[in-house]
């Protein structure tokens, strides 16, 4: 039984571009083999969602799909046959008449032969969408990778022109592409964040007849940090600091992608008082050289526990504490 595209991706036969987009999009994500690299089904899933969006994700060929189903491969031949049933008034060239459907008739050898079916004319090839999950220090730094796509290439039977001496290619069926997973190393420039779309230009679908290939568009998903929180271009983290640090002031370690620096705590330091340290954070997307910040937030630490001596000297202070509000105001 054939596959239905539609049912591939989960969405209705009548649901719009950008539903259809997001729906490839989800799926993709979460059955690309990188990201489920002890899961053995997950490539050939991932393959049948890059199929149903090759097709479904172009307007001329999702067109095809909707009126021909799975024989959309050969509508060009069907619609030149049925013009020639009406010319000829319901006789085919020669005297031969159409009976039945006619996406019911094998088409490669006899109707490309008859009319040399194949493509019309040069044109672009598909643009390719894949999952580029990376972790925050590779989205500051740049992060290459080698990933496996899972693509076409030129027939090397037809040389993409899809006919072969007039006829249509059986190699490729016509369309002047054959599948040809490959590797390709690629790289996403520092400052990216989830949601960037990435071109690599030249890197999708190859063309047909001669025309250039498509683009192919990385799409970043940045993993979540232990240590930071990314918000725009700046970064926050939380910074441990001594309840007496607070207290008395001090200095103290705070985390940053580049590694810890020194941060001052003035005296009284309330417990979630932030610190803006300029140009520690995220790089700024095609801006070499800008950075945004890093925010400490400052998380006070109290004692676990306090010797005999500790605790004599706090209930001191807490007594003077006490004396100096219970204390009259000076007239």
Same mark, same amino acid.
Request: aromatic share 6%.
């Given at each position: 039984?054939?596959?239905?595209?539609?049912? &591939?991706?989960? @969405?209705?036969?009548?649901?719009?571009?950008?539903?259809?987009?997001?729906?490839? *999009?989800?799926?993709?994500?979460?059955?690309?083999?990188?990201?489920?690299?002890?899961?053995?089904?997950?490539?050939? +899933?991932?393959?049948?969602?890059?199929?149903?969006?090759?097709?479904?994700?172009?307007?001329? &060929?999702?067109?095809?799909?909707?009126?021909?189903?799975?024989?959309?491969? /050969?509508?060009? /031949?069907?619609?030149?046959?049925?013009?020639?049933?009406?010319?000829? #008034?319901?006789?085919?060239?020669?005297?031969? $008449?159409?009976?039945?459907?006619?996406?019911?008739?094998?088409?490669?050898?006899?109707?490309?032969?008859?009319?040399?079916?194949?493509?019309?004319?040069?044109?672009?090839?598909?643009?390719?969408?894949?999952?580029?999950?990376?972790?925050?220090? %590779?989205?500051?730094?740049?992060?290459?990778? =080698?990933?496996?796509? /899972?693509?076409?290439?030129?027939?090397?039977?037809?040389?993409?022109?899809?006919?072969?001496?007039?006829?249509?290619?059986?190699?490729? *069926?016509?369309?002047?592409?054959?599948?040809?997973?490959?590797?390709?190393?690629?790289?996403?420039?520092?400052? @990216?964040? =989830?949601? $960037?779309?990435?071109?690599?230009?030249?890197?999708?679908?190859?063309?047909?007849?001669?025309?250039?290939?498509?683009?192919?568009?990385?799409?970043?998903?940045?993993?979540?940090?232990?240590?930071? %929180?990314?918000?725009?271009?700046?970064? !926050?983290?939380?910074?441990?600091?001594?309840?007496?640090?607070? !207290?008395?002031?001090?200095?103290?370690?705070?985390?940053?992608?580049?590694?810890?620096?020194?941060? &001052?705590?003035?005296?009284? =330091?309330?417990?979630?008082?932030?610190?803006?340290?300029?140009?520690?954070?995220?790089?700024?997307?095609?801006?070499?050289?800008?950075? #945004?910040?890093?925010?400490?937030?400052?998380?006070?630490?109290?004692?676990?526990? !306090?010797?005999? *001596?500790? *605790?004599?000297?706090?209930?001191?202070? +807490?007594? /003077?504490?006490?004396?100096? $509000?219970?204390?009259?105001?000076?007239?």
């Amino acid at each position: 039984m054939a596959t239905d595209f539609y049912e &591939t991706l989960g @969405v209705r036969r009548d649901a719009p571009a950008k539903e259809l987009r997001a729906a490839y *999009r989800r799926l993709a994500r979460r059955h690309h083999p990188d990201v489920n690299p002890n899961d053995a089904g997950a490539e050939a +899933r991932f393959k049948q969602i890059q199929q149903a969006w090759d097709v479904l994700g172009d307007e001329e &060929t999702r067109a095809r799909y909707d009126k021909y189903g799975e024989r959309w491969e /050969q509508a060009e /031949q069907i619609e030149e046959m049925e013009r020639q049933r009406a010319r000829f #008034g319901g006789g085919g060239p020669g005297g031969f $008449s159409f009976e039945g459907n006619l996406a019911d008739f094998d088409l490669g050898g006899l109707f490309g032969g008859v009319f040399g079916g194949g493509p019309r004319g040069p044109r672009r090839g598909q643009d390719v969408e894949t999952p580029f999950v990376i972790a925050l220090e %590779e989205a500051a730094a740049g992060a290459t990778r =080698t990933i496996t796509l /899972q693509g076409a290439a030129p027939c090397a039977a037809c040389g993409g022109e899809g006919v072969v001496g007039g006829a249509r290619c059986h190699a490729c *069926r016509g369309e002047g592409q054959s599948a040809a997973p490959r590797r390709l190393e690629v790289k996403a420039p520092p400052g @990216v964040r =989830t949601g $960037s779309r990435v071109r690599i230009a030249g890197e999708g679908r190859p063309g047909r007849g001669g025309g250039p290939p498509g683009d192919l568009y990385l799409l970043v998903e940045v993993r979540p940090h232990d240590r930071f %929180e990314r918000h725009g271009d700046d970064l !926050l983290a939380e910074v441990a600091v001594p309840w007496l640090d607070a !207290l008395l002031g001090g200095e103290v370690e705070a985390p940053t992608l580049d590694g810890r620096v020194l941060l &001052t705590i003035p005296p009284l =330091t309330q417990n979630g008082r932030r610190f803006r340290l300029g140009g520690k954070g995220m790089p700024v997307l095609g801006r070499a050289g800008r950075r #945004g910040d890093l925010v400490a937030r400052v998380s006070v630490r109290l004692p676990e526990r !306090l010797n005999e *001596r500790e *605790r004599e000297l706090l209930a001191e202070l +807490r007594r /003077q504490g006490a004396d100096a $509000s219970a204390a009259p105001a000076a007239g």
